[in-house]
């Protein structure tokens, strides 16, 4: 057998052992958007919304283009909110990077190892023989790697996938975050404004016990009280102004905008409250469609397969198959003499198991694969409660919105119509008036906090339900506000 043959055949069981990795497969790890499909399509299935991943300068300068066309000068909407962050949130696309680089990983083990040539030339400077006595060269491939290339193709996908599922993730959480910010900031400026309508009543009332007072028909104690609740209020509405662009400005940056597009609006409340159902089936939704359960699944595979292929190259460290020729020239009396000789050599090298025989490694795979099981399943158990808690909200804080809207607001109504009856009739007079007028527009701040705790419960059951964000407390609407815009905020 030639050295040519020889080489052939080494090269050849070399490709036939990495053969084991189809060309489709290489070719879509070697995508620039590999596996961000998937987080298109599970970000698409819960938010409604698009990812985009900007890879180049020309993408990103249209990027800019066509946030800026959905923001300057418009007053925006919740789902136009997400849309952006999802545009436009350079977090997020560090967050991509990472799923590129778990491609490229997954794409350098798909590849094999490369065989090694070595080559050399012994006894140099003897001028006898030519310069040399001996010339040999050859080519050899690690049997271990190529014979273990399925299960590194294995795991490595399963990394992969998971890589696929942490995109995913950010990217909800990202959402989840933006929707929650333009809540907070649309329920700010609406509770600045009807704390404002609040104070305006109570400057009326101030200005009329100062007018009263002049003529001696309210005493100071009764002025002093009006005046301190105007101010009251008016210390409440800068609090409430103060709160509001502080808000805005927590939506404008999981936004990501800058410069001219600063020049948007959000709406002057929230919306009104929808129709919802009970939802038997939440629990198994959330099983089946959060990210993060389906991370932990795959790090079990991951490892499970980790252990296996530990198990099988515990005491083997390398096993080479090599093929190489060498050439020899000798002087024998007087003459010179060349040889040549062609070699298949195959080299096993392992470990004595003397002192370490593996179980060691074993025993670490079978404790990592133990943890990695019992964290999963406290992470349905988890998911499980979640889903049951977020629900509850859901369903909670929408009873309690409808209460207020359905109860309160108009027994309020009906009480200020009946004290302007009784005060144009002489019955009942300016302050008591005005006091009816207040305690309805404290009604309206309550019925606003209740509507936004509503809609922020809401937000959270789609992150419960695919991931992306923790649980918002139900309960305890905040006050927040700020300056008056015809379009928006």
Known sequence: MTASRNLSLVLSGAMLLAACTPASD??????????????????????????????????????????????????????????IALLN??????????????????????LAPNPSLHFGILGLGSKSLDGFRTVEGGIAASLVALTTQKSRNRIADVRFRKAQLAAAQETL????????AWIDAVAAFEAAS??????????????????????????RDDQAREHAFAAELSGQKAQADLAAKLAKEDLTR???????????????????????????????????GRVDLAAAMLELEAIALEYRLTDRTR???????????????????????????????????????????????????????????????????????????????????????????????????????EALLSYNGMITNTFELLADTRARMQSNLLAASARRDFWLADANMTAVLYGGGSEVAAGGGGEAAAAEEPAGH
């Open 89 to 110: 949130n350079r977090g997020l696309q560090a967050a991509y990077a990472d799923l590129g680089l778990s491609a490229a990983d997954s794409w350098q083990i798909a």
């Open 173 to 180: 959480r990202v959402a989840t975050e933006a929707r929650r």
């Open 26 to 83: 290489i070719s879509r790890l070697s995508s620039p958007t590999a596996g961000f499909g998937s987080v298109v399509s599970t970000t698409k299935r819960a938010t409604g919304a698009n990812a985009v991943w900007l890879q180049t300068p020309e993408e990103v300068a249209a990027n800019a283009k066509r946030v800026s066309a959905l923001v300057v000068g418009k007053t925006i909407s919740a789902d136009t909110a997400v849309q």
């Open 315 to 417: 005491i083997v460290s390398d096993i080479a198959l090599a093929a190489g020729t060498e050439i020899e020239r000798e002087l024998e009396d007087g003459e010179r003499h060349s040889a040549q000789v062609d070699s298949v050599d195959l080299e096993i090298a392992f470990e004595i198991p003397i002192f370490d025989n593996g179980a060691a490694r074993l025993r670490k795979g079978e404790v990592a694969y133990m943890k990695a099981a019992h964290e999963l399943a406290q992470k349905a158990v988890d998911v499980r409660s979640e889903a049951r808690s977020a629900h509850i909200a859901w369903t909670g804080t929408h009873k309690i919105a409808r209460h207020y809207r359905d109860t309160l607001l108009p027994l309020r109504k009906t009480i200020e119509e």
């Open 254 to 288: 999981v936004l990501g905008l800058f410069g001219a597009a600063l020049n948007y609006y959000v709406p002057n409340s929230l919306p009104g409250l929808p129709r919802i159902a009970t939802r038997n089936s939440f629990e198994a939704e959330a099983l089946a």
């Open 194 to 219: 009807l704390i404002g309508q609040t104070l305006e009543t109570a400057d009326a009332a101030s200005e009329l016990a100062a007018e009263l007072g002049k003529t001696g028909y309210l005493g």
